[in-house]
């Protein structure tokens, strides 16, 4: 690359940098100061929403649920299975903490789910019991493994189906929570790890959006 060149190519990247800045600014519709706090706080939010594939399927009480109805609150969207041996549980462990935390008003526009990535071993029951160890208002949800994995890349948080014929198998997925708006929408992503303090500090004024 000759020196014109890399000039040229320096500029461009400044320029793709002040763009996406001035983009992140009007599409926060709240100023570059919340956008920033957001995003520290590890909140990705998209800047047009996606609709999600009104599924069907089961919750942790065995009755049918459609992903349409996830509607009306906010919801964190996690995507796990009750014999994860580290980041489920962490993570689980990490919502109740910040949901003990959070005034009831932000408690009230939020719900916590976790759509199994193991619905080989994964019933509603033992889904039911699991959560139950965290917080029993935490919803769980079961279907197929298609219909699972449709979601979960139609939401850009993929995992990789595990070969359930070994013993002990685990499956590989990733710490990132989806985030659907009360239209029911995907508005953006949580990343991992959780960042406690500065979520409780995010998530009021968040769920104040429509």
């Not at 002040?18 to 570059?32: A, D, E, H, I, Y």
């Not at 998209?46 to 089961?58: C, G, I």
């Not at 003990?100 to 199994?116: A, G």
């Given at each position: ?150 979601l979960a890349n139609a ?56």
């Amino acid at each position: 690359m000759t020196r014109t060149q890399k000039t040229v190519f320096i500029l461009v990247a400044i320029v793709a940098v002040v763009l996406g800045l001035t983009v992140n600014r009007v599409l926060s519709g709240k100023g570059q100061g919340d956008q920033t706090a957001l995003i520290d706080a590890g909140v990705i939010l998209l800047p047009q929403s996606r609709n999600v594939p009104d599924l069907k399927m089961v919750d942790q009480d065995g009755q049918p649920v459609s992903l349409g109805s996830l509607k009306d609150k906010w919801t964190l969207l996690f995507f796990g299975y009750t014999f994860c041996p580290d980041i489920c549980p962490t993570t689980l462990a990490q919502l109740r903490q910040i949901k003990s935390e959070l005034p009831k008003e932000t408690v009230d526009k939020l719900r916590i789910v976790l759509v199994s990535v193991d619905p080989n071993r994964d019933t509603p029951q033992q889904l039911k019991t699991y959560l139950g160890y965290f917080d029993k208002q935490f919803v769980g949800l079961t279907a197929p493994v298609d219909s699972i994995q449709k979601l979960a890349n139609a939401v850009s948080i993929p995992f990789i189906p595990a070969d359930t014929s070994k013993p002990n198998y685990t499956v590989d997925h990733s710490g990132n929570l989806a985030l659907l708006g009360p239209d029911g929408t995907q508005r953006g992503f949580i990343r991992a790890p959780l960042n406690n303090q500065k979520l409780i500090a995010q998530l009021p004024g968040l769920v104040e959006r429509k």
